[in-house]
């Protein structure tokens, strides 16, 4: 499968397996910033991508306990080869679930940082409401 030119498209609520993620052309990432580097995200969007890091961790969580089997495989009999595939597959599990817990820590630090995003978006927003409301009303 080539690989299709383009930037990939950030698609919010889009699942992995419904679609090949990279596809060329209408979207992107976020705005970059004029002033210097990062990208700009509407509340709606903050909201979606910290959901979806949250979801993401979820289902390595279920997958870890998947790897769990593994980890605790027994050989089938006595003889040397079976001791031998039970270890090594013993070793490919714990493997699993050391990456397993890698990923789930770091799709919670994302999501974290997306709320934490969105918690200054709002503290923001409502910052500038309180200087608005303060403002006089009427015709000056």
Request: aromatic share 10%; with cysteine; glycine share 8%.
């Amino acid at each position: 499968m080539a690989v299709p030119e383009g930037t990939p498209v950030y698609e919010p609520g889009l699942r992995w397996s419904e679609v090949d993620r990279f596809r060329p052309a209408g979207g992107s990432y976020g705005t970059p910033v004029a002033e210097g580097a990062g990208f700009k995200y509407d509340e709606a969007t903050l909201h979606e991508l910290a959901n979806e890091w949250s979801d993401l961790a979820k289902e390595y969580k279920a997958d870890l306990n998947q790897a769990d089997f593994l980890v605790k495989t027994k050989p089938p009999g006595a003889e040397y080869a079976s001791g031998n595939n039970a270890d090594v597959t013993q070793q490919s599990g714990a493997a699993l679930r050391d990456a397993l817990n890698q990923r789930i820590v770091y799709c919670e630090n994302m999501a974290r940082k997306y709320l934490t995003a969105l918690g200054k978006y709002t503290a923001a927003d409502e910052h500038a409401a309180t200087v608005i409301n303060h403002q006089p009303k009427g015709i000056l």
